[in-house]
């Protein structure tokens, strides 16, 4: 597929919709941050530019589908970031990870038995002072950028 020469405007999100079957799959990667971004334009893999225009709020999620046309489906994808992942060593480090990182209100996702948090200085100290095992690597972060927690 050619790249488009105008950006194809994307104001309407159907949260709930598969990409149709049969349609190659154009994953668009995209950090925490990007996926609460509601108005800009975003260049797919395939040079495909979308202009987002979305409501005030919107949150994409990685799988969304986020647009479609007769050549490609294009799907929201959690891109490569800085996390940290702690490997809890029981039950009561677990519990007491997430409520650290709860009550810095970030959020997390997990994998298996680790926690995964977006990583920065602050969660950094936070978990060296308490004792936690914990690693910094580059990976798909799949829960909220910060300003989304919600209790």
Known sequence: MAPSSSPIPVRTLHPHAEPPA????????????????????VEAPD???????????TILHPGQLLHHDAE??????????????VSPRDVAEAARTGHLIGNMHRDIHTSGNDVVA?????????????????VKARRPFH?????????
């Open 47 to 57: 040079g495909v530019v979308f202009a987002l225009e979305l409501p005030t709020g």
């Open 118 to 134: 977006l990583a920065d200085g602050v969660l950094a100290d936070r978990l060296a002072r308490s004792g936690v095992r914990f």
């Open 22 to 41: 049969g349609l190659p799959i154009v994953e668009l990667p995209m950090s925490a941050v990007d996926r609460r971004r509601v108005r800009r334009l």
């Open 72 to 85: 490609a489906a294009y799907v929201v994808r959690a891109a490569d970031e800085d996390v940290f992942i």
């Open 143 to 151: 829960g909220r950028a910060p300003g989304e927690h919600s209790h």
